[in-house]
């Protein structure tokens, strides 16, 4: 499980990234629609996963309402979920 988690919130962070930081101007400044389309539906999918998962996973881990707000509201944030991978699931395995 922590493996998903753990590149679901790194997808789900480029996804964020991606729309934001390269659609969105495409869509806006350029008038090019497709890719914002595209992108869109696969952040959202990676949103609902991240999601998902990130209950799963602190229901597994028996983790507190803390770090559950924190992971969940990092996926609301751009670079959250790098600092949410970074803060709690990057050393996890080596002290498991």
């Known amino acids: 499980m922590l493996k998903l988690f753990r590149a679901t919130a790194i997808l789900e962070g480029v996804s964020y990234l991606l729309l934001f930081a390269l659609t969105m101007p495409l869509k806006y400044w350029a008038d090019i629609t497709e ?3 595209v992108v869109g539906y696969v ?3 990676l949103f609902i996963a991240y999601v998902v998962v990130c209950m799963v996973f602190v229901r597994e881990r028996k983790w507190g309402f803390r770090k559950a707000f924190v ?4 996926s609301l944030l751009p670079f ?3 600092y949410a991978y970074k803060k709690y699931l990057k050393g996890l395995d080596q002290s498991s």
């Open 43 to 45: 952040h959202g999918f």
């Open 80 to 82: 959250g979920t790098f």
């Open 71 to 74: 992971l969940l509201v990092a």
């Open 35 to 37: 890719p914002n389309k």
